[in-house]
């Protein structure tokens, strides 16, 4: 189960919020490019949810996450990730759900390619409010291969690894308080994958 707190910023708050004194250190820093995949005729989409391919470093993981609850940017969802080679889409290996592992693997001839996200995580794990707490910072694009279709991605996500939900409203706070006056972090409901599909969408 996946519990994690979106927020969306603005460019020119960037420099701030890096020299946040709780995001002193440079953190970590990966590359991640991300294919999404549906039928056409959306049957993912349709049980709201989202079959991802990743590249990260060297490592290709195949996702699935499932439809979950959000609200005020927290959101609550199942999520399934692990090793696979690229193309292979092996659910029936990946998700301990026997069902839906099923129905995956009925809809993954038909699965293709409609965006990708593009972008570097830059990733640090604090402690506060008595849990620990990923904070990720995502900057880079979605697009639509093969077309012109093309959006940035700016957002901060609050990961809950251990501990309290309530410490990620907690830590959302501290973080838009910067000593050179307040940060703009908007809470956002929308996921990449949402984003995504609303681009790939829109008119050629």
Avoid at 104 to 124: I, S, Y
């Amino acid at each position: 189960m996946e519990t994690e707190l979106k927020l969306t910023l603005e460019a020119a708050d960037l420099p701030r919020l890096l020299a946040h004194p709780l995001l002193a250190d440079a953190g970590s820093t990966q590359r991640l490019l991300n294919t999404y995949f549906d039928t056409p005729e959306l049957a993912l989409q349709q049980r709201r949810m989202a079959v991802r391919e990743r590249l990260a470093g060297t490592q290709w993981l195949l996702t699935v996450k499932t439809a979950g609850q959000s609200e005020k940017g927290l959101s609550r969802r199942q999520e399934w990730e692990g090793p696979t080679t690229p193309g292979a889409l092996k659910f029936d290996a990946l998700v301990d759900d026997a069902a839906l592992a099923q129905d995956l693997m009925t809809l993954r001839p038909h699965l293709q390619a409609l965006f990708c996200t593009d972008f570097e995580r830059q990733r640090w794990v604090i402690a506060h409010g008595g849990a620990q707490i990923e904070v990720a910072l995502d900057q880079g694009r979605i697009h639509v291969p093969g077309t012109d279709l093309t959006e940035p991605l700016l957002e901060l996500e609050l990961e809950l690894l251990s501990g309290p939900e309530s410490a990620l409203m907690a830590l959302a706070e501290v973080l838009r308080q910067t000593p050179q006056g307040p940060l703009t972090l908007t809470p956002s409901n929308a996921s990449k994958a949402q984003r995504g599909m609303a681009l790939w969408r829109r008119p050629r």
